[in-house]
């Protein structure tokens, strides 16, 4: 069957090459259209309860997307810094997309005066103060109030926030960007500091722009010249690169198509295809390098036939080690991560078995004749590395197999120290000026993550707004809880400025006429629904620490609990919640993608060699390698995030491959030879190449994400480098020793009887 096919792609090369162009013409066009998505918020699943309700939030009160600037001088309270945080104010409230701002300059203020209650703004905007009795007076008064001291002012009086929410329909990234440039072009003396969600995506939106625009040359040329220093010819760059890229150019152009967006997952796509679209090609070119035969054609129909199976196998694992993040993964941009990546590896795969093979035939990159007579020239890795593991394999099984073991014990227990993190921080460099601006934040101002607790039921009855009080009370035994605001506060402040003390009304007649005072407020919008069936306690939390939030969403959850009644529905939303889902999900897509992978692989492999034993043997060196990866994890500190999570399917995905090429070529040199010992060293030598290429440029390929600006991505790049040169060295001594004790045992076994 693989010689008929051979003969087709020999006969139908032409066609072959014409589709090929064609495709690779119309989807390079198709890239053009590319759009970026870095927001993490977008990618909630929506049949999630959690992430659905800040959604609705977002739909309900004015959005969700809570961004800062923070303003830092040795002291806010001066007519001159006043002004600036007013011309800040009005640069963001002027911005197609905002939603609400919220500053010191025109923060709602409720105080009683001598005729009565009054409502209005904490300052005049338009008459700002001036003398320094007035501003000490301001002073002392922000700090005199809860809802203002460390909250938009900082304790110490050095700095101030603005605050703002952006439309649920707003494009994020751009607002966010126009934001900053307007803010930046008022040229202010004083520091300031951008942060939120919407900032940090606009950040990493830039970041994942450099990141491909230098990236991807840097991966072409590493790969390039392993190739170059492996092959030694023109054709052994040229094929590998030429494939990869064309690999890249159908996959993204695909997305475009389908209409899907580059995500911060998704961006390393194209460094991936790179790193492995090569790998199948240069097996193609390793297997008819490796052919003596002095007819071309009858050459490259024996590689063909020889080596399309392993790289067939080795592709079909590989993109189901993609696809299983389908089924366990949190977040959309994983699964859309896992399906592109898969969808390029099978290109990748179409490509070499069917367009590198026709583009050699026609246009005559093979030698028409091979001097058989002439001396072979010495290859420095078959001489200088693959002879001598031969040997050493052979002669010292035991020892060999008893070092893996002690390997695969301190892994383990490296295992148990692996930490997971969520925080959208960690992924800045400590010094870059996005995670300084959250440093100031949380130190100043209690953090940015936004926080909601949602009620439903009557907002003017006295037992809901109670409740509301009840439970801001609780959130603020929390030590990562500074500040809370609700329609409650804003009814318990004016009842104490007409008199009554600090605290909700018992007659709903009494808060009808206080809410009255309030209508037409900008502030009512952010906490009440417009038919006052719903409202939202808003506040922020100042930790990241997974522990901290764990804790905090498990006591509020409990007292949600306890404290719901037919007439009040209470529920618990934001980023802290969000984090808690994601960090669960880390761990359980971890679980789910590679049990599913590694079912799917040894089905696959054992089925395609008709021996189960063999697909057994074929997958113990990539586990024994994912094992070792995990080690590594809890030794180094390497968190398991959203970019790490996906190491371990993508390291059983791609490093399966080099033990399929072991095991097939070990399954055919034992149906020519008839002898175990002599197939295993006849495979090493014959495969250990290709593996040893693929390894090396595949690893090489991941390394350049070290130079990423995006943390997560960095540490991805690492873990997938280690766990190539882990599977690579698995298949090359762990697998090759396997076969050789249970070999030996058979022998032992057979001689007995």
């Keep these: 069957m693989m010689e008929k096919l051979s003969r087709i792609i020999i006969k139908l090369k032409w066609i072959i090459v014409a589709s090929v162009l064609a495709l690779t013409i119309f989807f390079g066009y198709q890239t053009q259209f590319l759009t970026i998505n870095s927001d993490i918020l977008s990618s909630l699943p929506d049949d999630d309860p959690i992430a659905s309700l800040y959604k609705e939030i977002g739909t309900q009160f004015g959005g969700n997307d809570m961004g800062m600037i923070v303003l830092e001088s040795d002291n806010v309270f001066k007519t001159e810094i006043l002004q600036h945080i007013k011309q800040i104010t009005d640069s963001v409230r002027y ?19 001598e005729w009565g209650l009054e409502i209005g703004k904490l300052v005049d905007e338009y008459n700002l103060p001036d003398k320094q009795s007035q501003l000490d007076s301001l002073k002392n008064y922000v700090f005199s109030k809860e809802m203002y001291k460390g909250a938009i002012v900082s304790e110490d009086g050095t700095a101030t926030v ?18 900053k440039s307007k803010v930046e072009n008022l040229n202010l003396p004083e520091t300031l500091y951008f942060g939120g969600l919407p900032m940090m995506m606009n950040d990493i939106n830039e970041l994942i722009i450099a990141d491909i625009v230098w990236l991807l040359p840097i991966v072409f040329v590493i790969i390039a010249l392993i190739l170059l220093l492996s092959f030694k010819s023109f054709r052994g760059v040229l094929l590998p690169l030429l494939t990869a890229g064309i690999a890249v150019i159908w996959t993204i152009g695909i997305m475009v198509v389908t209409g899907y967006e580059l995500t911060i997952i998704s961006n390393i796509i194209p460094v991936v295809l790179l790193a492995l679209g090569s790998a199948y090609t240069i097996h193609v070119l390793n297997s008819i390098n490796q052919r003596k035969e002095k007819d071309r054609k009858q050459a490259l129909k024996k590689a063909l036939t020889y080596i399309i199976v392993p790289v067939i196998l080795a592709a079909v694992t590989t993109a189901i080690g993609f696809v299983s993040f389908v089924f366990g993964a949190y977040l959309t941009m994983i699964k859309d991560f896992g399906i592109f990546t898969a969808v390029g590896t099978l290109i990748a795969l179409l490509l070499s078995i069917f367009f590198v093979p026709a583009l050699i035939s026609a246009f005559s990159m093979y030698r028409k004749k091979i001097e058989t007579d002439q001396p072979e020239k010495e290859n420095i890795l078959t001489h200088k590395i693959l002879q001598p593991l031969v040997t050493l394999l052979f002669k010292h099984p035991k020892y060999l197999l008893t070092a893996w073991g002690i390997l695969l014990l301190l892994s383990i227990g490296g295992m148990f120290f692996i930490k997971t993190s969520v925080n959208m921080a960690d992924y800045f460099k400590k010094d870059n000026p996005t995670r300084v601006s959250e440093d100031v934040m949380q130190k100043k101002f209690g953090g940015s993550l936004p926080v909601f607790v949602v009620f439903e039921g ?6 809901v707004l109670k409740m509301m009080i009840k439970t801001e009370h609780f959130m603020k035994e929390d030590p990562n809880i500074d500040m809370t605001q609700s329609v409650a506060d804003l009814v318990e402040q004016m009842n104490d400025a007409m008199g009554e003390g600090k605290m909700i009304p018992d007659d709903k007649a009494k808060i009808a006429q206080l809410w009255f005072l309030l209508d037409g407020q900008d502030v009512m919008t952010q906490l009440v629904s ?25 006591k509020m959850n409990k007292f949600i609990q306890e404290n719901k009644s037919e007439n009040i529905k209470i529920e618990l939303t934001g980023m802290p919640s969000v984090y808690v889902k994601l960090n669960d999900s880390l761990i359980q897509s971890q679980y789910s993608s590679l049990i599913i992978a590694i079912i799917m692989v040894l089905l696959i492999v054992g089925l395609m060699l008709r021996s189960i034993s063999k697909g057994v043997y074929a997958t113990i060196p990539i586990i024994a390698t994912i094992l070792i990866l995990f080690g590594f994890m809890g030794i180094t500190g390497i968190p398991l995030d959203i970019a790490t999570v996906l190491v371990g399917s993508i390291a059983l995905g791609i490093g399966i491959d080099y033990s399929i090429h072991i095991i097939t070529g070990f399954n055919f040199h034992l149906k020519e030879t008839g002898d175990a010992e002599k197939a295993i060293e006849k495979t090493i030598l014959s495969s250990g190449n290709a593996v040893i290429i693929n390894v090396l440029s595949v690893a090489a390929g991941f390394l350049v994400l070290i130079f990423s600006q995006i943390v997560p991505l960095q540490n991805f790049g690492i873990l997938v480098a280690i766990s190539m040169f882990g599977s690579g060295i698995g298949a090359l001594t762990l697998l090759p020793i396997i076969l050789i004790l249970a070999n030996r045992k058979r022998k032992i076994v057979a001689n007995n009887h």
């Design 95 to 113: 911005t197609d997309g905002v939603s609400t701002v919220t500053s010191l300059t025109n923060i709602l203020d409720i105080k009683s005066s």
């Design 162 to 179: 603005v605050m703002f929410t952006l439309l649920p329909d707003a494009d994020k990234q751009a607002v966010a960007k126009e934001i």
């Design 458 to 463: 009557d907002m003017q009855s006295p037992d």
């Design 530 to 554: 417009e038919d006052l069936d719903k409202g939202i306690i808003q506040s922020r939390f100042a930790s990241v620490d997974s522990k901290n939030i764990d804790e905090f969403t498990s």
